[in-house]
C-alpha cells in the first residue's frame, strides 16, 4: 500500500481510538504497536493453567465517559458493558459490617447525598457531612471546579477537610473513590482532576454517575473490534513492531519500524510519558521540555491479585472495602457468567506492597477478602496469582510537571495519551479524549 496519511506509533486505548476517529474519516492510518497485543494498560491474557482470559487489570466505566462509550459505539461494543444506572454499591468496613449505598430518586447530586443520608454505615454526623459535601459539588456543577481556586494548589484530603467531611465519610466513601480515580492516596493526589471527575459524575443526567462493567475480557471489549474496525477501511495495524520517530530539525522526517521507512503526513505518538524520549529519536531541541516534563513525571503503581475459589463467595459483581490495602473486590463470574471462576482484588496506589513478593501478595489477598467475606473463610484456593503495573499511572501530587496537549512544536508530530492535558486523570476516558484531539489535529494538518 502508498504510505499511510497518518501513522501511529502505540496500540493502546490512545493509539486506538485516534486511529478509529481517522479511519472514520476516510485517512489511511497505520498503527505500530511494540508489544504482541494490542490494548495498551486495558488488555487480557490467556492464564496457562485455568485457560480463562484475565484482565491486566480491572478497569471501571463512569456513565460520563462520553467520549468512551462514542468509541465504543463505533467499533460495535457499547452493549458490551453492563451499566448500572441505580449507583448501587456494597461495602464491608474494617469490623465486618456490611452496608450498600443506594442512589435516591433525586436529580444529580442529590440522588447521591440522598443515598448518603440514608446509608446505615453513617452517623448523622457524617450525613450532615455529606450535605455540605452535596452543595459544594452541586456548586461546581454549576459553575465549574475553577470557581474554587485553592483547589489548585491542596490535596483531595486537604479538600475534603476544608469542606468539613468527618473521617468516617472519608475512610467510607471518598478515600475509595479518589484512590479509584486517582490511583493515589487522597493525602498525596491533587484535588482538582477528581473533582473534575465528580462534577462531570453528579452533574446533568443519572447516567453520568453510572457505574459499567465490562461483561467481556478487555481485549475483546476494545483492542480486537478496533482493530478489525481499522483493517477493514483500509488501516493496516502491526503488532510487535517498536517503531522510532524520526525528526529532521523541527519536523518528522518519518517513522522506522523493524527496519521498514514509512513516509506519513503526520504521526501521532501515543506512548506512556515515559517511553516518549526513546520513540523520538534524535530527539529535536523544539521537543526538549515536552520530554524534560515527561522524563520528570512520576509514577503510581497498581496491583492486581486474581484468586480462584472452590466456590462463589459474593452474590454482587463488585465489593468496597474501604480501610484495607486492596479496596475492591470483583467476582469475575458476575460480569463474565460461566467463562470466569475467579476474583479479582485491586489495589490502586500500591506503594507499600508492590515490591511483595507474590505468595505475600496473595497470603494479604486472601487474608482481607476471607476478612470481608464470609463465605470464603472456608473456601480453597485452586489457583492464584498477581499482575503488577508498576508504571500504571502517572502521578497527580500537587507539584508535578505540567502535561503537554496533544499539540507539539514539531511539525507533524503529535501526542496522545492519558497523560496529556485533558484535565482529567489517568482513565480510559482521559486516552480516548486525548485520542480523539489528536485526530482532530493530524486532520487539519494533512
Given at each position: 500500500m502508498?504510505?499511510?496519511?497518518v501513522?501511529?506509533?502505540?496500540g493502546?486505548?490512545?493509539?486506538?481510538?485516534?486511529?478509529?476517529?481517522?479511519?472514520?474519516?476516510?485517512?489511511?492510518?497505520m498503527?505500530?504497536?511494540?508489544?504482541?497485543?494490542?490494548?495498551g494498560?486495558?488488555?487480557?491474557?490467556v492464564?496457562?493453567?485455568?485457560?480463562?482470559?484475565?484482565?491486566?487489570?480491572?478497569?471501571?466505566?463512569?456513565?460520563?465517559?462520553?467520549?468512551?462509550?462514542?468509541?465504543?459505539?463505533?467499533?460495535?461494543?457499547?452493549g458490551?458493558?453492563?451499566?448500572?444506572?441505580?449507583?448501587?454499591?456494597?461495602?464491608?468496613?474494617?469490623?465486618?459490617?456490611?452496608?450498600?449505598?443506594?442512589?435516591?430518586?433525586?436529580?444529580?447530586?442529590?440522588?447521591?447525598?440522598?443515598?448518603?443520608?440514608?446509608?446505615?454505615a453513617?452517623?448523622?454526623?457524617?450525613?450532615?457531612?455529606?450535605?455540605?459535601?452535596?452543595?459544594?459539588?452541586?456548586?461546581?456543577?454549576?459553575?465549574?471546579?475553577?470557581?474554587?481556586?485553592?483547589?489548585?494548589?491542596?490535596?483531595?484530603?486537604?479538600?475534603?477537610?476544608?469542606?468539613?467531611q468527618?473521617?468516617?465519610?472519608?475512610?467510607?466513601?471518598?478515600e475509595?473513590?479518589?484512590v479509584?480515580?486517582l490511583?493515589?492516596?487522597?493525602?498525596?493526589?491533587?484535588?482538582?482532576?477528581?473533582?473534575?471527575?465528580?462534577?462531570?459524575m453528579?452533574?446533568?443526567?443519572?447516567?453520568?454517575?453510572?457505574?459499567?462493567?465490562?461483561?467481556?475480557p478487555?481485549?475483546?471489549?476494545?483492542?480486537?473490534?478496533?482493530?478489525?474496525?481499522?483493517?477493514?477501511?483500509?488501516?493496516?495495524?502491526?503488532?510487535?513492531?517498536?517503531?522510532?520517530?524520526v525528526?529532521?530539525?523541527?519536523?518528522?522526517?518519518?517513522?522506522?519500524?523493524?527496519?521498514?521507512?514509512?513516509?506519513?503526513?503526520?504521526?501521532?505518538?501515543?506512548?506512556?510519558?515515559?517511553?516518549?524520549?526513546?520513540?523520538?529519536?534524535?530527539?529535536?531541541?523544539?521537543?526538549?521540555e515536552i520530554?524534560?516534563?515527561?522524563g520528570?513525571?512520576?509514577?503510581?503503581?497498581i496491583?492486581?491479585v486474581?484468586?480462584?475459589?472452590?466456590?462463589?463467595?459474593?452474590?454482587?459483581?463488585f465489593?468496597?472495602?474501604?480501610?484495607?490495602?486492596?479496596?475492591?473486590?470483583?467476582?469475575?463470574?458476575?460480569?463474565?457468567?460461566d467463562?470466569?471462576?475467579?476474583?479479582?482484588?485491586?489495589?490502586?496506589?500500591?506503594?507499600?506492597?508492590?515490591?511483595?513478593?507474590?505468595?505475600?501478595?496473595?497470603?494479604?489477598?486472601?487474608?482481607?477478602?476471607?476478612?470481608a467475606?464470609?463465605?470464603?473463610?472456608?473456601?480453597?484456593?485452586?489457583?492464584?496469582?498477581?499482575?503488577?503495573?508498576?508504571?500504571?499511572?502517572?502521578?497527580?501530587?500537587?507539584?508535578?510537571?505540567?502535561?503537554?496537549g496533544?499539540?507539539?512544536p514539531?511539525?507533524?508530530?503529535?501526542l496522545?495519551?492519558?497523560?496529556?492535558?485533558?484535565g482529567?486523570p489517568?482513565?480510559?476516558?482521559?486516552?480516548?479524549?486525548?485520542?480523539?484531539?489528536?485526530?482532530?489535529?493530524?486532520?487539519?494538518?494533512?
Amino acid at each position: 500500500m502508498p504510505g499511510p496519511d497518518v501513522a501511529i506509533v502505540g496500540g493502546g486505548l490512545a493509539g486506538l481510538s485516534a486511529a478509529v476517529e481517522l479511519a472514520g474519516r476516510g485517512a489511511r492510518v497505520m498503527v505500530l504497536e511494540a508489544r504482541p497485543g494490542l490494548g495498551g494498560r486495558a488488555t487480557a491474557f490467556v492464564d496457562p493453567e485455568t485457560g480463562e482470559a484475565v484482565d491486566n487489570g480491572q478497569h471501571v466505566l463512569i456513565g460520563c465517559y462520553a467520549e468512551t462509550f462514542r468509541f465504543l459505539e463505533t467499533i460495535g461494543t457499547a452493549g458490551l458493558v453492563q451499566l448500572d444506572e441505580s449507583l448501587e454499591i456494597e461495602f464491608v468496613d474494617r469490623s465486618g459490617a456490611r452496608s450498600r449505598l443506594r442512589s435516591a430518586s433525586l436529580p444529580p447530586p442529590w440522588h447521591l447525598v440522598g443515598g448518603l443520608l440514608r446509608w446505615p454505615a453513617l452517623s448523622w454526623r457524617d450525613r450532615f457531612a455529606a450535605l455540605r459535601a452535596g452543595h459544594a459539588l452541586a456548586r461546581m456543577s454549576r459553575d465549574g471546579v475553577a470557581l474554587d481556586r485553592a483547589v489548585r494548589e491542596e490535596t483531595v484530603d486537604a479538600w475534603l477537610r476544608r469542606h468539613g467531611q468527618t473521617d468516617r465519610l472519608r475512610e467510607m466513601l471518598w478515600e475509595p473513590l479518589a484512590v479509584a480515580a486517582l490511583n493515589q492516596p487522597a493525602s498525596t493526589a491533587a484535588a482538582a482532576p477528581f473533582l473534575t471527575v465528580l462534577s462531570r459524575m453528579f452533574a446533568g443526567s443519572r447516567r453520568n454517575a453510572a457505574i459499567g462493567l465490562p461483561r467481556v475480557p478487555l481485549d475483546a471489549l476494545y483492542a480486537a473490534p478496533a482493530a478489525e474496525w481499522i483493517t477493514t477501511r483500509r488501516g493496516v495495524v502491526r503488532t510487535s513492531a517498536p517503531a522510532q520517530i524520526v525528526c529532521d530539525g523541527d519536523r518528522v522526517s518519518h517513522v522506522e519500524a523493524r527496519g521498514e521507512r514509512i513516509d506519513p503526513a503526520a504521526v501521532i505518538c501515543a506512548v506512556p510519558w515515559h517511553a516518549l524520549a526513546r520513540t523520538v529519536s534524535p530527539a529535536p531541541a523544539a521537543l526538549e521540555e515536552i520530554l524534560g516534563h515527561a522524563g520528570a513525571m512520576e509514577s503510581s503503581p497498581i496491583v492486581t491479585v486474581n484468586l480462584w475459589l472452590d466456590r462463589a463467595v459474593t452474590p454482587v459483581p463488585f465489593v468496597g472495602l474501604p480501610g484495607r490495602t486492596l479496596q475492591w473486590v470483583f467476582d469475575k463470574r458476575q460480569a463474565f457468567g460461566d467463562a470466569a471462576s475467579h476474583l479479582s482484588l485491586v489495589s490502586s496506589g500500591a506503594v507499600a506492597i508492590v515490591g511483595e513478593s507474590n505468595a505475600a501478595l496473595v497470603e494479604l489477598a486472601l487474608r482481607e477478602v476471607r476478612d470481608a467475606l464470609p463465605r470464603a473463610r472456608d473456601a480453597v484456593v485452586r489457583r492464584a496469582n498477581v499482575v503488577r503495573e508498576k508504571r500504571a499511572t502517572f502521578s497527580l501530587a500537587p507539584g508535578q510537571p505540567p502535561r503537554p496537549g496533544v499539540r507539539t512544536p514539531v511539525r507533524g508530530l503529535f501526542l496522545a495519551g492519558d497523560w496529556i492535558d485533558t484535565g482529567l486523570p489517568a482513565t480510559i476516558e482521559s486516552a480516548v479524549v486525548s485520542g480523539h484531539r489528536a485526530a482532530d489535529a493530524a486532520t487539519k494538518a494533512r
